[in-house]
C-alpha cells in the first residue's frame, strides 16, 4: 500500500516522476481519501476495462471523506459503468471510420487533428476515447513523417490539432522538433494543442516545454480541459501564468456531467475561476455516448435550462458554446437556446 508521507515534496518533483507515482488503484486512492472502500460502489470488471489512473496534484484537489466529490466521481471506476444503456456505442463520434491514415483524424474542412500518443495523465470515466484501440491510432516516429506528409499535400488544413490521448506526455524534444517541422509547413497558420495536463499534472509546464513553445514561429493555442473550479489549484495557477507569458491563447472545454457539473452555480464558478487565471471558456460538450458513460448523461434539455441560467448572470464572453459532436457532421452542432416564445410575442404586439 502506497502511503503519501510529504505531499508537498511528491508535488515538486519532475512531472515524469509525477506521472509514475499517480494512483493506479482504488485503494491507495481512498486511503489517500479517507474513504473506506465498502461504502463505495467500486467496480472490479470496470477498472479492467478502463484502469483508474489519478496524478497526486489532482487527487489533491478532492475533499477527503467525500465519497460524492464532484472530482473523485470522473475518476472513480463504479458499478454503473456496467449497465448497458440505448444508444450508447465503442465509437459514438465516429473517429474511428474517420482515420484518414493513422494518427490522422480530418473530418473538419481547415483543421486536423493528429494523435501523437494515446496515453493521458489521467482516465476521466466519461471519456469516449476510454474504448479505443490506442495502440493502433497513434503515432509512431516513422509514422509521424506520413502525417507531416498528409498535411504538406493537403494544403487546404490551416491548423493541426496535436490531440491524443494527451500530446503533453510527448517528450520537450520530441514535441519541439514537431511544432517546428509542423510550423515549416507553409499553409498552416496555427498550431492546436488539447491537453489535460496544465490541469491535472500542472508541473508538466516546465522550462524545457516553454522554452520549446518559445521557439514554435506560429501562433498557438492551448485548449484546456477543466470541468470543475476545485481542479484549479495554485499550481496550475502558475502554469497558466508561464503559459499565459509566453503569449499561447489558453481556452477551456468542459463536458457536461450529471454529479460533476450539472448546476448553474457550478458553470458559473468555473467560468469566473477560468478568467481569473487568463483562460477563456470555449466549448461545454455534450456527453459522447460510448459505451460505459451513460450514468453522466445530462440531457439537451436540461443543458440549455443551464446554459441558460449561466447566461442570465455572466456576460457573454465568460459563457461557453453549448455542443455536440455528431459522427459524420462537418462540424461541432451547436445547441442554442431558442428566443423565448412569450418575447418573441410581445415584440410582435409591439
Ligand atoms: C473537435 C474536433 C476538431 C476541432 O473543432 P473546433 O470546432 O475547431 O474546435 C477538429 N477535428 C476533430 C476530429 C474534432 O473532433
Ligand atoms: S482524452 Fe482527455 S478526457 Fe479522455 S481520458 Fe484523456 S484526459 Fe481524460
Known amino acids: 500500500m502506497k502511503e503519501i508521507n510529504d505531499e508537498a515534496a511528491q508535488l ?3 512531472w515524469q516522476k ?4 499517480a494512483f493506479h488503484s482504488v485503494e491507495d486512492l481512498c486511503t489517500y481519501l479517507r474513504l473506506s472502500l465498502v461504502e463505495l460502489p467500486i467496480s472490479v470488471a470496470a477498472t479492467k476495462n478502463f484502469p483508474l489512473r489519478v496524478p497526486l496534484s489532482f487527487a489533491a484537489c478532492m475533499e ?3 465519497p460524492n466529490d464532484p472530482l473523485l466521481r470522473q475518476v472513480l471506476p463504479v458499478s454503473d459503468e456496467m449497465r448497458i444503456y440505448p444508444g450508447y456505442s465503442a465509437d459514438p463520434v465516429g473517429d474511428l471510420s474517420a482515420s484518414q491514415q493513422i494518427g490522422v483524424i480530418h473530418k ?3 483543421r486536423a487533428l493528429l494523435i501523437n500518443t494515446g496515453a ?3 482516465h476521466c470515466r466519461y471519456c469516449f476515447r476510454r474504448n479505443f484501440p490506442y495502440a493502433q491510432l497513434q503515432l509512431g516516429k516513422r509514422q509521424e513523417q506520413a502525417a507531416l506528409d498528409y498535411l504538406a499535400a493537403n494544403t487546404s488544413i490551416t491548423e493541426v490539432i496535436l490531440s491524443g490521448g494527451d500530446p503533453l506526455l510527448l517528450s520537450d524534444t520530441r514535441l519541439t522538433l514537431l511544432l517546428a517541422q509542423l510550423s515549416a509547413l507553409p499553409s498552416i497558420k496555427r498550431i492546436r494543442l488539447h491537453s ?3 490541469i491535472v499534472l500542472p508541473a508538466r509546464i516546465n522550462d524545457a516545454l516553454i522554452d520549446g513553445f518559445n521557439q514554435c514561429i506560429k501562433p498557438i493555442v492551448l485548449v484546456v480541459h477543466c470541468n470543475h473550479a476545485n481542479e484549479i489549484n495554485q499550481r496550475v495557477i502558475s502554469a497558466c501564468q508561464r503559459l499565459k507569458s509566453s503569449g499561447i491563447t489558453l481556452l477551456n472545454q468542459a463536458v457536461l456531467l450529471k454529479g460533476v457539473n450539472d448546476q448553474a452555480e457550478v458553470l ?3 467560468s469566473e475561476q477560468l478568467f481569473a487565471i487568463g483562460i477563456m471558456p470555449y ?5 459522447d455516448k460510448a459505451t460505459g458513460t451513460g450514468h453522466f448523461e445530462v440531457s439537451e434539455a436540461e443543458a440549455l435550462r443551464l446554459i441558460q441560467d449561466v447566461q442570465d448572470s455572466l456576460p457573454g464572453y465568460l459563457v461557453p458554446q453549448l455542443v455536440r459532436e455528431v459522427a459524420g457532421a462537418p462540424a461541432k452542432q451547436r445547441i442554442t437556446t431558442p428566443v423565448q416564445e412569450s418575447i418573441l410575442n410581445q415584440n410582435n404586439d409591439n
Open 120 to 122: 493521458c495523465a489521467i
Open 18 to 21: 509525477q506521472l509514475n507515482e
Open 108 to 110: 473538419y474542412h481547415g
Open 283 to 287: 466549448y461545454l460538450h455534450l456527453l
Open 268 to 270: 458559473g464558478a468555473l
Open 64 to 66: 477527503k471523506g467525500n
Open 12 to 14: 515538486a518533483k519532475p
Open 196 to 198: 489535460r495536463l496544465p
